[in-house]
């Protein structure tokens, strides 16, 4: 099974600052990442495809980076709406379908 | 507009059997690929099981192969999640989840999910 690797578990930042969350594979999944946002209380809303594509509705603060086994999930601005636990996943080997271990994003 | 509305959670105690349902509409439930996620109290995303849009192809989690059987009528638009002896392990929350793929013999990530279900196992 692919195991995913996700870092750090928290993230405390100020409103308006620059968030970056990590994720690493281990093995190569080349382009085939995605990450979801989970807000307590609601189902997890897909943010992130094929490494880098944006769903559709999602803000243009949301960006994605990486390939192989090294992947980047940036917030340019944080907003208060943005408070929630972000999880990747790869897609490439299945099944397993295989997610992180989530990040948690807090307003500090 | 794509919704994924589920039914079937509740409190069952160990060794008894659940059925989960996923009703689908906005979209051809007939053409995608389908799965259910799952997240136990204070843990992360559980990918628990797979099908093909035909049902052709069902994939399993090793902690719930042969006990859980994902399945789908596709002339009613909907999946269904048997589970059957369950454990206090299963205790969590259960989401359907539409694959992004259509109408192929793969499957990809997951672009809509459902509300989610609770599913309690205690005595």
Redesign the interface.
Known sequence: DIVVTQSPAILSVSPGERVTLSCRTSESVAGAFAWYQKKSGQAPRLLIYGAFTRAPGIPARFSGSGSGTEFTLTITSLQSEDVAVYYCQQYSYWPPWTFGQGTKVEIK | QVELMQSGGGVVQPGRSLRLSCAASGFSFRSYGM?W?RQAPGK????VA?TFYDGSYK????SVKGRFTISRDNSKNTLFLQMNSLRAEDTAMY?C?RD?QEMRNW??????????TLVTVSS
Request: charged content about 15%; aromatic content about 34%; overall charge negative.
């Open positions: 799965h996620v992360g995303l559980e990918w797979g994939y399993y989690a090793d989401y989840a992004d499957l990809g990530f997951f672009d809509y999910w459902g509300q989610g």
